[in-house]
């Protein structure tokens, strides 16, 4: 059994479609919206194409209808973009959003995977990259052979207490200086770290031609070019 897994995927059209991976289920760890300029069609490719879904901190906030304050990094593009999101879905897509679990759990071929979008400690928020010392702690009573992440835009696969700890990176907005759109793939208890080019000039036409302030357009530019933000080092953790 082939299971493609990708997540935070915020509205990269361009960057989702691009990926054409052989599969047989498709797991999706949340942030299909925010900061890209087409929602719509990344929500209704989950809707049609995702096996299994879960809520990230991102389709949460569109679909309850939160607003974002905060005039630094990627606080700062939720704030200026999440009004374009509510204004691009419909009530069927904002609908899917909401329904979406926080946490799944499934078995596949014998295989137990545990399903999050940040931890299973705080399932929406918790930033956590590849430390085995934290993740020990947070998944010590999840029982799974594999437990898939997102959130920190950070692809890695780790080791820990008998488990492996998945994040397939970001879809649609890597913030690891390879801009290329990052998933993964789990085959035969093998996994694979993979990463696909996709025409990043498409993305960013369609951003230029959106309604979103100059400084928003500037930021996503190099953000989507380079795979981080100018203001990166300043404010990694602020990812919201």
């Known amino acids: 059994m082939r299971i493609l897994v990708v997540s935070d995927i915020h509205a990269n059209w361009s960057a989702l479609s691009a990926i054409d991976e052989p599969h047989d289920i498709c797991l999706c760890l949340g942030d299909l919206v925010d900061y890209g300029p087409d929602p719509a069609e990344c929500v209704r490719w989950a809707m049609n194409h995702a096996?299994?879904?879960?809520?990230?901190?991102?389709?949460?906030?569109?679909?309850?209808?939160?607003?974002?304050?905060?005039?630094?990094?990627?606080?700062?593009?939720?704030?200026?973009?999440?009004?374009?999101?509510?204004?691009?879905?419909?009530?069927?897509?904002?609908?899917?959003?909401?329904?979406?679990?926080?946490?799944?759990?499934?078995?596949?071929?014998?295989?137990?995977?545990?399903?999050?979008?940040?931890?299973?400690?705080?399932?929406l928020d918790e930033y956590l990259r590849k430390d085995p010392v934290t993740w020990a702690k947070r998944v010590h009573n999840i029982e799974a052979d594999i437990v898939c992440v997102g959130h920190s835009h950070m692809q890695f696969n780790l080791a820990v207490d008998g488990m492996v700890i998945l994040n397939p990176g970001s879809v649609g907005q890597p913030r690891d200086g390879d801009p290329r759109a990052a998933y993964a793939v789990i085959d035969d208890n093998k996994i694979e770290l993979k990463r696909v080019p996709y025409p990043v000039e498409q993305t960013i036409a369609r951003v230029e031609a959106s309604p979103l302030p100059d400084r928003a357009k500037q930021m996503i530019r190099h953000s989507l070019r380079s795979g981080r933000l100018p203001e990166a080092p300043a404010i990694i953790e602020d990812v919201e």
């Open 51 to 123: 096996h299994y879904s879960i809520r990230g901190n991102h389709d949460h906030g569109v679909a309850q209808g939160i607003a974002v304050s905060g005039d630094l990094g990627y606080r700062y593009l939720t704030r200026v973009s999440r009004p374009l999101m509510w204004d691009a879905l419909d009530s069927e897509e904002r609908r899917y959003l909401l329904q979406m679990p926080l946490t799944q759990r499934i078995t596949v071929d014998g295989l137990r995977i545990f399903m999050v979008h940040a931890t299973p400690r705080d399932p």
